[in-house]
């Protein structure tokens, strides 16, 4: 079994910054790509950012050159520096990871999320 578990969220006035994090624990061979989502009330999830095994990385256009996403392979976690934050920011946000287990069989998981909320 595998389990991601985000933390780091919180309230934060606007221009704000805040640090998300999201560790995946479990019979793990290699995780592939990790991503991160938001949810906002209302609307649709969409995806965020994404970073490859090997550090390749994208983002959406909406947080281009404000949000950071890294990773520590040798910790299996993954990152998301959010800087310069807008009240459109708020959201629920979900880690998600491609990881090929023991069996060389890969899957897809979803974290349960972290609650961002910024402030005007």
């Known amino acids: 079994q595998v389990q991601l578990v985000e933390s780091g969220g919180g309230l934060v006035q606007a221009g704000g910054s805040l640090r998300l994090s999201c560790a995946a624990s479990?019979?793990?061979?290699?995780?592939?790509?990790m991503n991160w989502y938001r949810q906002a009330p209302g609307k649709q999830r969409e995806f965020v950012a994404s970073?490859?095994?090997?550090?390749?990385?994208n983002y959406a256009d909406s947080v281009k050159g404000r949000f950071t996403i890294s990773r520590d392979n040798a910790k299996n976690t993954v990152y998301l520096q959010m800087d310069s934050l807008k009240p459109e920011d708020t959201a629920v946000y979900l880690c998600?990871?491609?990881?090929?287990?023991?069996?060389?069989?890969?899957?897809?998981?979803w974290g349960q999320g972290t609650q961002v909320t910024v402030s005007s």
């Open positions: 970073i490859t095994g090997g550090g390749i990385t």
């Open positions: 998600n990871a491609d990881i090929t287990n023991w069996s060389c069989s890969a899957y897809e998981y």
């Open positions: 479990g019979s793990i061979r290699w995780i592939n790509i």
